[in-house]
């Protein structure tokens, strides 16, 4: 009920009070979830309204201003690094060093605090580089930081790119229908898809030796959609809500999975975390202007971070490096025969590097990742045996629909004769089946798994 109470709500009230509205539902909505820890993420905004503004007013005093920067990205990295990484660097330190025994500390990890940690720290970052304007109505920053669509599993939102929506934006009938047809799109991945590839996947682990290599291989390719459809489907519905409230929002999936490259495919995924460490990390170490040797390094750092990022958790760190190390081999000659290959050859090279790159990202304990990459070389044999037959037999038509969905097929067809009469009532029938659908799915079961929440 909170959507439409909201929606309510936001449109009866006058244009000037609008942040306002949003603010207090944003909170609420946080609030649900996280009672008291909605605490640290107003904390989060007053360090980076209150930075920006001592920013602003001591711009000429240079030394000043880049003391208060470095400040609230110390306060603001502390935050992040306390409550998801204290854990995890206390049990690192007793493994290296167990004569410490140090007190392992474990606290609740705070919903979506990465996404919102790095959206505060864009905004005082431009402040500083003074790309962009200093905010002084905390109502207004605040709606910005905690906009409920996005706020707990992005895309991430560069202040820059809303800024003015922020003072001043039109809402209208022809953007609040796109919004609820691309959310209706987003929930139908992540329903009808996601949720199905995820239980296949389960299926497969759960079955261990009998899935065989053929089984494996199948399992992780269900994993491959499901990660995808899950955090793409999220995307489509947050950028679809934040069209019906009159906001447009940075497209964050591009069909990665057709990608012929890896330097091509992050630039198809995530597209919002890709930008963030492209503006605010890679290119302020130099990016590729000083040299190869340089831009290895910047790349290394890079994928390391953003590895971490993702988790508090060894596998997620390896499966950082795992991607640099391809990228930089990648930008040191491979890119250039990757484009003289045959297109089918550089895609099934991109394919396989991106599936296995998924069983480092899966196994956050290392023997089972290693048991689970033995099987899938042929450590249990290659046929599978067993349940997990017919189990995966009954989800062939979903894997090559899933396989369909994740190109841009039928969107391509739709944009082609999306103009024709008898398409607008198709396309209108097709959202409210869908809403169908998944709403009788969600209502049905019990099994409804949330990916990226915990980062």
């Not at 000043?64 to 204290?86: C, E, H, P, Q, W």
């Not at 959310?183 to 009998?210: H, I, P, T, Y």
């Not at 994993?223 to 899950?230: S, V």
């Not at 460490?277 to 831009?295: H, S």
Request: hydrophobic residues 55%.
């Amino acid at each position: 009920m909170f959507l439409p109470i909201t929606l309510f709500l936001y449109y009866i009230t006058p244009k000037r009070f609008r942040n306002l509205t949003l603010f207090v539902v944003d909170l609420v909505f946080y609030s649900w979830g996280e009672p008291m820890l909605v605490l640290l993420m107003l904390t989060s905004i007053l360090i980076n309204y209150v930075s920006a503004i001592l920013i602003g007013i001591n711009r000429e005093k240079k030394a000043l201003a880049r003391t208060i920067f470095i400040i609230s990205i110390i306060l603001n990295l502390g935050l992040l690094g306390f409550f998801k990484y204290v854990g995890f660097i206390g049990e690192t330190l007793n493994f290296v060093l167990p004569f410490l025994n140090l007190p392992v500390i474990q606290v609740a990890l705070p919903i979506g605090i990465s996404f919102y940690t790095f959206q505060t720290m864009s905004y005082t970052i431009d402040v500083y580089r003074n790309t962009v304007k200093v905010q002084k109505n905390f109502i207004t920053f605040g709606t910005y930081v905690s906009l409920f669509p996005q706020l707990i599993a992005g895309p991430i939102v560069r202040y820059s790119d809303v800024a003015a929506q922020l003072v001043s934006r039109k809402e209208s009938m022809e953007q609040f229908t796109e919004g609820v047809k691309l959310f209706l799109v987003g929930l139908s991945k992540k329903v009808l898809l996601a949720n199905e590839m995820g239980a296949l996947w389960d299926a497969v682990r759960e079955s261990g030796s009998q899935a065989g290599a053929l089984g494996a291989w199948v399992g992780i390719i269900a994993y491959t959609f499901q990660i995808y459809f899950d955090f793409s489907g999220y995307s489509d519905m947050a950028i679809g809500l934040g069209r019906m409230f009159g906001f447009e929002f940075i497209k964050n999936f591009d069909y990665p999975y057709i990608s012929k490259s890896i330097t091509e495919f992050w630039r198809r995924w995530h597209i919002s975390l890709g930008t963030w460490f492209r503006e605010y990390v890679y290119i302020p170490l130099g990016g590729n202007r000083k040299g190869l040797g340089r831009q290895i390094i910047n790349i290394a750092v890079v994928w390391f971070l953003t590895g971490l990022w993702h988790g508090a958790s060894w596998n997620f760190v390896l499966w950082g490096v795992y991607f640099g190390i391809i990228l930089v081999i990648e930008k040191a000659f491979l890119l250039k025969l990757l484009k003289k290959a045959p297109a089918v050859i550089s895609h099934l090279y991109s394919l396989l590097l991106i599936v296995f790159g998924w069983v480092l990202f899966y196994f956050e304990n290392m023997s089972e990742m290693g048991g689970f990459i033995a099987r899938l070389f042929g450590a249990d044999g290659f046929m599978m045996q067993g349940d997990i037959v017919p189990c995966i037999i009954s989800y062939i038509p979903l894997l090559l629909a899933a396989a369909l969905v994740s190109t841009p097929l039928f969107n391509l067809i739709y944009h082609k004769i999306k103009s024709r009469a008898v398409i607008i009532v198709l396309d209108n029938a097709g959202s409210a089946a869908a809403l169908l659908l998944c709403t009788a799915s969600l209502a049905s079961s019990a099994y409804n798994p949330f990916l990226y929440f915990k980062f």
